[in-house]
């Protein structure tokens, strides 16, 4: 466990000459514009064949519709909607869903209630068609704070922090997980985070190489050991849980299907990096396995039981990891017979939840969810990212322009319902007045701001920023960077998980978000060191 305090409220140096370290970065006030005329575009709306997801929803950045029901008699609806200023705002339209466009961008930020009455001919009430209530949340502003770290400087100070941890250097002692770290009761996703935490520090800090590299490939062993054997109903899968701890004993005996694949990716970063046959032999056994288990739908089952092969429940995986693991072994090593699988797989996903907006929250910690109610944005953005990061290619389903624009919606999605600007929805239960802003709520069931959550958004954003040169996207990425740096631990290095200014400063956090969050600092301080050597070059400076 880890002894560090938290730095929540510690002073630390101020090494910007800017909010945000773009050389380019247009006026805040043109940025403001922007966003202002982004949430007037309603997400994914309803109506005609297309599903409201947004039933369990409990806040809105951009302009929303409702699923209200059409009244007999009624030629026009009258919604009324009332701010957290308690004024009154009226419009009307010829359905009751609707979007809130007429008012959205006058409403302030708070709680907020609309009800959509019934008009008949004659301009009498002709009944109620619904009412909803609401958190108006707030839009992006820009200029939150500035960064406290240069990024890539924070990624390596946060990894060097693992690095050093007895919970990392026990792989060395006796190449198992610590006991006194309980998080390891979920084998997949943690020690599959030593691994990946371990070679991104390797590369960070070269004169760490060896040893680094050495806790990946012990931690990685130790996996590969556990996993299914040869001839069980799940062959080769590594476990989801381990011992009694957490959800790990109410669990016990199940495998989370998108975790397998998550572990294998890894394990063919420790081959590229080593070139030890063991680990590109371990990914293919459980690729093999995927195959066999592979539903006619396409996806998998998203919860298993080992001993029987029997699904726990009838919800089946946004099988994301799936993809990308089938994809990597037919286009970066060259395997046959992969190809199908992954193409079944990206069928299924679009035919799915890309179409009914289904963004299921699939965590080993959570039971398999009702449709809708416990929406995340982890698997939309990783979905997004994988149209982003095909663009170029001429093999994408239904051209450029088409997965572009789905991976802005999905991203318009992500930061609807999970980035919190600032000013958070109060909620007593979540501690809401304690959160560190800007920040990244995890899912429906955990509305919380974790660290990795804003890794990704971070990703996303780079990502949509470097597809189309939108600066909007650059400074939402920017800023979440700049709150990872005031999240980060300032003495130790280490990274904070929940984005708390309380206790949760002192938790020992989650391995795997920390590496996360180190990885998408990376890739973002790389993008801003390229600009600026490149802005240099032409003689212009910050």
Same mark, same amino acid.
């Given at each position: 466990?880890?002894?560090?305090?938290?730095?929540?409220?510690?002073?630390?140096?101020?090494?910007? =000459?800017?909010?945000?370290?773009?050389?380019?970065?247009?006026?805040?006030?043109?940025?403001?514009?922007?966003?202002?005329?982004?949430?007037?575009?309603?997400?994914?709306?309803?109506?005609?064949?297309?599903?409201?997801?947004?039933? $369990? *929803?409990?806040?809105?950045? +951009?302009?929303? +519709?409702?699923?209200?029901?059409?009244?007999?008699? @009624?030629?026009? $609806?009258?919604?009324?909607? =009332?701010?957290?200023?308690?004024?009154?705002?009226?419009?009307?339209?010829?359905?009751?869903?609707?979007?809130?466009?007429?008012?959205?961008?006058?409403?302030?930020?708070?709680?907020?209630?609309?009800?959509?009455?019934?008009? @008949?001919?004659?301009?009498?009430?002709?009944?109620?068609?619904?009412?909803?209530?609401?958190?108006?949340? *707030?839009?992006?502003? %820009?200029?939150?704070?500035?960064?406290?770290?240069? $990024?890539?400087?924070?990624?390596?100070? *946060?990894?060097?922090?693992?690095?050093?941890?007895?919970?990392?250097?026990?792989?060395? !002692?006796?190449?198992?997980?610590?006991?006194?770290?309980?998080?390891?009761?979920?084998?997949?996703?943690?020690?599959?985070?030593?691994? @990946?935490?371990?070679?991104?520090?390797?590369?960070?800090?070269? *004169?760490?190489?060896? =040893?680094?590299?050495?806790?990946?490939?012990?931690?990685?062993?130790?996996?590969?050991?556990?996993?299914?054997?040869? %001839?069980?109903?799940?062959?080769?899968?590594?476990?989801?849980?381990?011992?009694?701890? &957490?959800?790990?004993g109410e669990y016990a005996g199940e495998i989370m299907m998108i975790y397998p694949a998550e572990s294998v990716l890894v394990w063919l970063d420790l081959y590229d990096a080593t070139g030890k046959r063991r680990y590109f032999d371990a990914a293919l056994r459980v690729a093999r396995s995927y195959l066999k288990l592979q539903?006619?739908?396409?996806?998998?089952?998203?919860?298993?039981?080992?001993?029987? %092969?029997?699904?726990?429940?009838?919800?089946?995986?946004?099988?994301?990891?799936m993809i990308v693991l089938l994809e990597r072994l037919t286009t970066q090593y060259g395997v046959a017979g992969f190809r199908t699988g992954s193409e079944k797989a990206l069928a299924y996903l679009e035919q799915t939840a890309v179409r009914n907006f289904n963004w299921e929250g699939q965590f080993e910690d959570i039971a398999?969810?009702?449709?809708?109610?416990?929406?995340?944005?982890?698997?939309?953005?990783?979905?997004?990212?994988?149209?982003?990061?095909?663009?170029?290619?001429?093999?994408?389903?239904?051209?450029?322009?088409?997965?572009?624009?789905?991976?802005?919606?999905?991203? &318009?999605?992500?930061?609807?319902?999970?980035?919190?600007?600032? !000013?958070?929805?109060?909620?007593?239960?979540?501690? =809401?007045?304690?959160?560190?802003?800007?920040?990244?709520?995890?899912?429906?069931?955990?509305?919380?701001?974790?660290?990795?959550?804003?890794?990704?958004?971070?990703?996303?954003?780079?990502?949509?920023?470097?597809?189309?040169?939108?600066?909007?996207?650059?400074?939402?990425?920017?800023?979440?960077?700049?709150?990872?740096?005031?999240?980060?631990?300032?003495?130790?290095?280490? $990274?904070?998980?929940?984005?708390?200014?309380?206790? !949760?400063?002192?938790?020992?956090?989650?391995?795997?978000?920390?590496?996360? +969050?180190?990885?998408?600092?990376?890739?973002?301080?790389?993008?801003?060191?390229?600009?600026?050597?490149?802005?240099?070059?032409? %003689?212009?400076?910050?």
């Open positions: 466990m880890s002894n560090s305090s938290p730095a929540l409220t510690l002073p630390a140096p101020d090494v910007a =000459t800017s909010w945000i370290p773009v050389p380019d970065l247009p006026p805040v006030e043109e940025l403001q514009r922007a966003a202002a005329a982004d949430a007037l575009m309603p997400i994914a709306p309803g109506g005609n064949g297309a599903p409201f997801w947004n039933t $369990y *929803a409990q806040r809105f950045l +951009s302009v929303p +519709s409702f699923d209200f029901a059409e009244l007999p008699g @009624a030629v026009s $609806y009258r919604f009324t909607v =009332t701010g957290a200023d308690e004024e009154k705002r009226e419009f009307s339209a010829s359905t009751p869903s609707a979007p809130l466009t007429a008012v959205w961008n006058e409403l302030p930020v708070g709680f907020t209630k609309v009800e959509v009455a019934g008009i @008949a001919a004659d301009g009498a009430v002709c009944g109620m068609s619904g009412e909803r209530r609401f958190y108006r949340a *707030a839009m992006f502003r %820009g200029g939150y704070s500035r960064p406290v770290d240069e $990024y890539r400087q924070s990624a390596r100070r *946060a990894m060097e922090f693992l690095f050093r941890q007895p919970h990392c250097r026990n792989w060395l !002692r006796t190449g198992r997980p610590d006991p006194d770290y309980e998080l390891y009761c979920y084998p997949s996703k943690i020690i599959s985070g030593v691994v @990946a935490g371990m070679l991104l520090y390797a590369r960070l800090e070269p *004169a760490q190489n060896a =040893t680094a590299l050495e806790i990946a490939r012990r931690a990685a062993d130790y996996l590969i050991d556990c996993c299914e054997p040869a %001839g069980a109903p799940l062959e080769f899968m590594p476990p989801t849980y381990a011992g009694t701890a &957490r959800t790990a539903l006619p739908s396409g996806s998998w089952y998203l919860k298993i039981r080992a001993a029987t %092969g029997e699904p726990v429940a009838p919800n089946q995986c946004v099988p994301m990891p398999p969810a009702q449709p809708y109610r416990n929406n995340t944005k982890h698997n939309a953005c990783d979905y997004a990212l994988y149209l982003l990061r095909h663009l170029p290619a001429t093999a994408l389903p239904h051209g450029r322009d088409a997965a572009l624009e789905t991976a802005r919606i999905l991203l &318009r999605y992500a930061e609807d319902q999970f980035v919190v600007w600032e !000013r958070p929805m109060p909620c007593e239960p979540w501690r =809401t007045d304690q959160w560190i802003t800007p920040c990244v709520l995890e899912q429906y069931a955990y509305p919380v701001p974790i660290d990795a959550s804003a890794a990704k958004l971070i990703m996303t954003f780079q990502a949509m920023f470097e597809a189309t040169g939108n600066m909007l996207d650059l400074a939402k990425a920017c800023e979440l960077a700049n709150a990872m740096t005031r999240a980060q631990d300032f003495r130790t290095g280490r $990274y904070l998980t929940y984005w708390e200014n309380n206790e !949760r400063g002192a938790d020992p956090g989650w391995i795997n978000c920390a590496v996360a +969050s180190a990885g998408a600092m990376v890739r973002l301080g790389n993008l801003l060191a390229e600009r600026m050597k490149s802005f240099k070059s032409h %003689g212009v400076t910050a």
